[in-house]
Each structure stands twice: as C-alpha cells, then as structure tokens.
C-alpha cells in the first residue's frame, strides 16, 4: 500500500530534508510540496493526496487555519510537523493522525507513517461499508442516512428537539443555540459546529448529533454534512456532475446527488 503525501511547509531546507528522508520509507510518495497555507488549498483538491505533512506556524494561514478551511469529505490524514509541542492539543482535538516535533526523530517519523497507513486501511473499509450502504439505498429505494437508521433499527425519536446543544471545551460548557447552526460536518471521532464564522467542536458520533436536530430545520446533505436548511441561499450544479450548497455566510458544501431531490422540496 502506497500512500500519496504533501508536503506544506513555510521553510524550503524543512521541505526538502522531510522529502528526502520519506524516500527511504516504503509506501509513501511524495506528490506535492507547499510553502503556505493558501497553496496547499489549492494543491490538496488537485493532487487528492492520501496523507499531508503540514507545518503549524506559517505566515498568514497557519495549519489550523488550513485544517478547519478543508470540508471533512475533502480533508486527507493530517501529522502535524512542529517546533513547538504546546499545541498537541489542538492538534489531536481535530483528530490529527500524528504530531512530529522538529527536529524530526527517524525512528518518530516513521512510527507516523505506520501509524497513517493503518489509518488509511481502517477508512478503506469504512468506504467498502459506505458503498454497501449505497447498494442497500438502490434496491430499497432509500437514502443513506435511511439506510443507516433502517439497519441500526434505531426507533422512532421523540419529536422533541432541545434549543441549545451543550459543547464542552476543557473545563468550559458553551451553550449553542441550535437554531444558530449553520452547517455541521464530521472530522473522526469529532463532529464540527459552524455558527456564525465561529467552529465549535465536540465529541459525539453523527448519529447521535443528528438525533438532536429537527429534521425540518436540518438535513444530511452528504454522509459527513448536515445543513441548516434556512441558511442556504442555492443550489449550484458542478461541471463534474456533482451538486454545491451555497450558504447565507458564504459557505459552499458538496451534496450527494442523492441528497438533491430531498432537500430542494424544502427549498420551494
């Protein structure tokens, strides 16, 4: 199994000596370097890569910035490469597969490595589950998220939905509105809230976030993407087939096609 990386680092020696020592690890090929956060939005659509070695303090855009401006669909295995260790914290609170320290350890760099390829067969079976669920959808003439609840036989919800959903950061509660939510995606084990420009994260499973929404309000619009329907201004088709959301905020969000018909009738 070889595994596509990029390389994003502000300093060119850093970018070289990390490319030059990959080359010596089996099953990793370097396809792309970046030397800022602006270029590696750019080249991670492009070059799909399967892994990015992204450095954390950059001029501009640092690579928080880059994580969080990424839709989860779109977003590869992330090891931060760093000088500094206080922010493992933040690295892991976004599900970072690993966290290298500069100067970078050979032993540590390639314990990352094998730590992403073990990742990366994990999410290969996810997909193989994903594409069963898609075939389920066909014959039963369901969506996935149908699918999903039909085989889970989760039981009817209550028709009761709280007003505010409780996030909780370190020994902080923020109480957010519900109704303030403009669109949610999932990154692992985490699920993102995006209300008002602001990203809260919290740990809880799609499923069970989910079960907190009023389906008139929000709705899946992909298998990591739950929307809130009055914050969409239109729905764009793509030249590739594929369907855009644009938000109130700006915001442009993929959506499966066969997510399409379902949220355009509450659009009308």
């Not at 640092?62 to 493992?88: E, K, N, W």
């Not at 996030?167 to 809230?193: E, Q």
């Given at each position: 199994?070889?595994?596509?990386?990029?390389?994003?680092?502000?300093?060119s020696?850093?970018?070289?000596?990390?490319?030059?020592?990959?080359?010596?690890?089996?099953?990793?090929?370097?396809?792309?370097?970046?030397?800022?956060?602006?270029?590696?939005?750019?080249?991670?659509?492009?070059?799909?890569?399967?892994?990015?070695?992204?450095?954390?303090?950059m001029?501009?855009?640092?690579g928080?910035?880059?994580v969080?401006?990424?839709?989860a669909?779109?977003?590869?295995?992330?090891?931060?490469?760093?000088a500094?260790?206080?922010?493992?914290?933040d690295?892991?609170?976004?599900?970072?597969?690993?966290?290298?320290?500069?100067?970078?350890?050979?032993?540590?760099?390639?314990?990352?490595?094998?730590?992403?390829?073990?990742?990366?067969s994990?999410?290969?079976?996810v997909?193989?589950?994903a594409?069963?669920?898609?075939?389920?959808?066909?014959?039963?003439?369901?969506?996935?998220g149908?699918?999903?609840?039909?085989?889970?036989?989760?039981?009817?919800?209550s028709?009761?939905?709280?007003e505010?959903?409780?996030?909780?950061?370190?020994?902080?509660?923020?109480l957010?509105?519900?109704?303030?939510?403009?669109?949610?995606?999932?990154?692992?084990?985490?699920?993102?809230?995006?209300?008002?420009?602001?990203?809260?994260?919290?740990?809880?499973?799609?499923k069970?976030?989910?079960?907190?929404?009023n389906?008139?309000?929000?709705?899946?619009v992909?298998?990591?993407?739950?929307?809130?329907?009055?914050?969409?201004?239109?729905?764009?088709?793509?030249?590739?087939g594929?369907?855009?959301?644009?938000?109130?905020?700006?915001?442009?969000?993929?959506?499966?096609?066969s997510?399409?018909?379902?949220?355009s009738?509450?659009?009308?």
């Amino acid at each position: 199994m070889t595994l596509k990386a990029l390389i994003v680092d502000d300093e060119s020696l850093g970018r070289r000596g990390l490319k030059l020592r990959l080359a010596d690890i089996e099953g990793i090929d370097v396809v792309g370097e970046c030397s800022n956060g602006n270029e590696a939005l750019a080249a991670i659509p492009e070059l799909n890569p399967d892994l990015v070695f992204l450095d954390i303090q950059m001029p501009g855009m640092d690579g928080f910035d880059v994580v969080r401006s990424l839709q989860a669909d779109d977003l590869p295995m992330i090891i931060f490469c760093t000088a500094f260790d206080h922010y493992a914290v933040d690295a892991f609170k976004i599900h970072a597969v690993d966290y290298l320290l500069k100067p970078i350890d050979d032993a540590r760099l390639r314990e990352a490595v094998q730590r992403a390829q073990e990742v990366h067969s994990h999410k290969s079976a996810v997909s193989d589950k994903a594409q069963l669920l898609d075939a389920i959808g066909r014959i039963t003439k369901k969506d996935a998220g149908e699918v999903q609840e039909w085989l889970s036989d989760a039981g009817e919800k209550s028709g009761q939905y709280p007003e505010k959903i409780a996030v909780k950061d370190g020994g902080n509660i923020t109480l957010v509105p519900i109704a303030d939510i403009d669109w949610v995606d999932a990154a692992g084990d985490y699920m993102c809230l995006h209300v008002n420009g602001v990203i809260h994260v919290m740990r809880i499973t799609m499923k069970a976030l989910d079960a907190q929404l009023n389906p008139a309000l929000f709705q899946r619009v992909h298998r990591s993407t739950i929307v809130n329907i009055k914050r969409i201004e239109k729905i764009s088709s793509h030249i590739n087939g594929e369907y855009h959301l644009i938000l109130l905020s700006g915001d442009k969000l993929k959506m499966s096609r066969s997510y399409k018909e379902k949220v355009s009738t509450f659009l009308q």
